[in-house]
């Protein structure tokens, strides 16, 4: 094959916010599947807060990204080649990919999408990583039940928006922080939150009295830091507080920001609990399914955010950083 795969590689570990000389663009020659393998043309990369954390040094829930190492990332494309014969070529495929133009692959760690069924960006957010999450986070740690207040931080975001719609689905009143009145507005207008909250522009802890007066049953924490501490301050009895992800935090320079007002959560009977949606590795499919199902009948929005250019993807990542992105943000290649 002489295609060249156009890649980027982890060179530094940030500090603080990832800048353009943390990676180094780079290009390889195309290699043939060996058995077992599949060759994949990616047509999308997934931008995802996670990465951030994939760029630290030290202990996490999966092993930092090596030096030299091409940058990890989910993706999707298209089987151009393959050695494995459960995957044929023409098939199209998402997983751990990496951000670059061309991937080999164990045929056993992808998953076969459906294109005829949803665009594929769409299975790098409803219908994948961001979409599954969101879907165990509040079903099975939340445990929402009909009439429970719920509130998503970081909801104008791929988790939290889709948080927030299938709170809606299980008879939930739900209420949304996000960054600006556009997103506020996306949240009531377009995806039928009960009320929204910009935490750039109000008190949040007000809003919070105003919006949920018999305080909140299911905190989902998509942002930690400061609206943590808000939200804690405004628990039910028995409330779930589930911690999903602090982007507010990823990229402190020295130690996160921790909440002070954890005694709430003996004071209200409540529980706090963080999870990583590979736990529900297994159940994969399970969530999908019911997701494509209540997409496919219009009870869900599914809202990609799409930039172009491989080149781009550190400006891009940047973008989550920074809240410019509005649902799932991926990069089209
Ligand atoms: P996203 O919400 O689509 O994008 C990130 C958003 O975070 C931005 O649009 C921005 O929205 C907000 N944000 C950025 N800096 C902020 C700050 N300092 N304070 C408050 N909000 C800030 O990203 P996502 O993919 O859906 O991920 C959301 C969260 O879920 C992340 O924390 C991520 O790490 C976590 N996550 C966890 C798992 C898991 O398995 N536990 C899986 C997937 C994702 P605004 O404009 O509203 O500020």
Redesign the pocket.
Known sequence: MDAVNHQFRLAARPVGLPKPSDWTYAEEPVREPADGEVLVKIEYVSL???MR?WMNEGRSYIPPVGIGEVMRSFAAGEVIASKDPDVAVGEHVGGLLGVQEYALASGKGVVKVDTSLAPLPVYLGTLG??GV?AYF?LLDIGQPQAGNTVVV????????GLVGQIAKLKDCRVVGI???EQ?CRHLVEELGFDAAID??SQDVGAALTEHCPNGIDIYFD??G?E?LDAALAHLARRARVVI?????Q?NANGAMKGPSNYMALLVQHASMTG????DYFDRYAEAVREMAGWLAAGKIVSREDIAEGLENFPEVLLR??????????VLKL
């Open positions: 995802d807060p996670a954390g990583m961001p999450t986070g931080s970081g909801a104008a975001g791929a988790v939290g996000a960054g600006g997103k935490y750039k998509n942002v830091g609206i999903c992800g602090a982007i507010s990823y999870f990583v949606m590979s989550l950083f920074k809240g410019e992105n509005t649902g799932k943000l």
